[in-house]
């Protein structure tokens, strides 16, 4: 019999999706005894193991199947070009790449900039982007501090990493256009993979699922006039229907659902004006349907 393989996950050692990478693999159950300062750290409770590395080389890990999964953004994903499977976007690390010229120079946008120096750490996917746009340019790749390259005449542009646009603020730069949208994601090799690989992947990615559901709706309780209970199961848009228990109070009764959070103020607003009273909202911690 061949020896029952470890699944290598490769997350980033040290940076922005660390902790937020390590909290959601706690979240699905599986269970680390620290990882700091450590390249390879086998999980306790699964048969998993972390590689820690930088982000850079993740997608490139997984696409040769030295990892079979990985966690990473977009955005290095796609300027590696690497042949993976996306398997499920994550809700962190959320930023955008983005063109950004100096607010002192008469550039409003990327097709003033035929034939200009653009700095990036992304040459690959601000080539597509002039190619796109039929525009040559010269494209500089830096791989560190890209946005003060305009301020030491390195670049005319840039093309960067933003989140809140605060740095590029600081640098007297202007973000033109968006070129790409990115979070971090689960990818997966396109390497064949053994059954209990892809078994232990599935059930990762019903948990993931499930935590991701639970993060986007609240449990809510109400009391309500018994007659009104029809007006309020009209107004929850539940994923099943209510739950429905007696008060002492034999006219009153008290009624438990879930909603997705982005429906809660409108949902309120509503089953408040139907009669509900003492509505109570509560986190999920975890939830399968
Ligand atoms: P490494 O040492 O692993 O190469 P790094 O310096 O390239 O680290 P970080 O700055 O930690 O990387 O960013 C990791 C990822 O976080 C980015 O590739 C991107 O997907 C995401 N991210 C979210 N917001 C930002 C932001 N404002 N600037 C840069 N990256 C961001
Ligand atoms: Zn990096």
Redesign the pocket.
Known sequence: MEPVQTLRIAI??????TDKTITLLENIGIKFDGYKNRLLVKALNFDVELLLI???DIPEYVQDGICDLGVV?A??TLETEADITVLQDLGF???RLSMASPVSKNIKSSKDLAGKRIATSYPVLTKKYFDSLGLDAKIIKISGAVEITPRLDVADAICD???TGGTLKTNGLREMETILK?E?QLIRTNKPLPQHKLDLIEKFLVRIEGQQLAENSRYILMNAPKDSLEKITDIIPSLNSPTVLPLANPDMIAIHTVIPITKFWEVMEQLKDAGATGIVMLPIQNMIN
């Open positions: 980033q050692k040290s940076g922005r999706l930088r982000d850079d953004g955005n290095v690390g959320q930023c990493l933003v989140s990115s971090s």
